[in-house]
């Protein structure tokens, strides 16, 4: 059986129900999901791991979203990074995108739809 690319993403957010929630609708997918509680825990983990995506929120302590994509652009500038936000508004829109974010999603969003640009639509990563 052939897997079919994102192999593992990374999930970072700050709220226990949605990380949870997400984490397991992108693992019946069929996507390896690790996830991190906020920003810094994520960026640890992407010392020692690589993953095709990183999945962030915006609003987190620590390290926000942006300074983790920020972080990610510097230190793994092929990862594909996909920003979600119950914030929206069309300046978050633009920064994210200046600032290499492949998809921003506003909370809430259908999980499917995440799935589906996960399947088909994102630049492919370090691994892709």
């Known amino acids: 059986m052939t897997t079919t690319w994102p192999k593992s993403i990374l999930l970072a957010d700050d709220d226990p129900d949605v990380l949870l ?3 397991k609708c992108l693992a019946r ?3 390896a999901v690790t996830t991190a509680g906020d920003g810094a825990e994520a960026a640890n983990l992407l010392h020692s791991k690589l993953f095709d995506v990183i999945i962030t929120d915006v609003r987190m302590p ?3 979203g942006l300074a983790l994509l920020d972080w990610v652009r510097n230190n793994h500038p092929d990862t594909c990074v996909v920003v979600m ?3 929206n508004s069309p300046y ?3 920064l994210c995108v200046s600032k290499g974010a492949a998809l921003l999603l506003e909370k809430p969003f259908d999980p499917n739809m ?3 640009a ?4 994102l630049p492919r990563g370090p691994s892709g």
């Open 92 to 94: 978050l829109k633009d």
């Open 118 to 121: 996960l399947s088909g639509a």
């Open 62 to 64: 620590h390290m926000n």
């Open 21 to 23: 929630g997400l984490a």
């Open 85 to 87: 936000t119950a914030f």
């Open 29 to 31: 997918a069929g996507f």
């Open 114 to 116: 995440l799935i589906s």
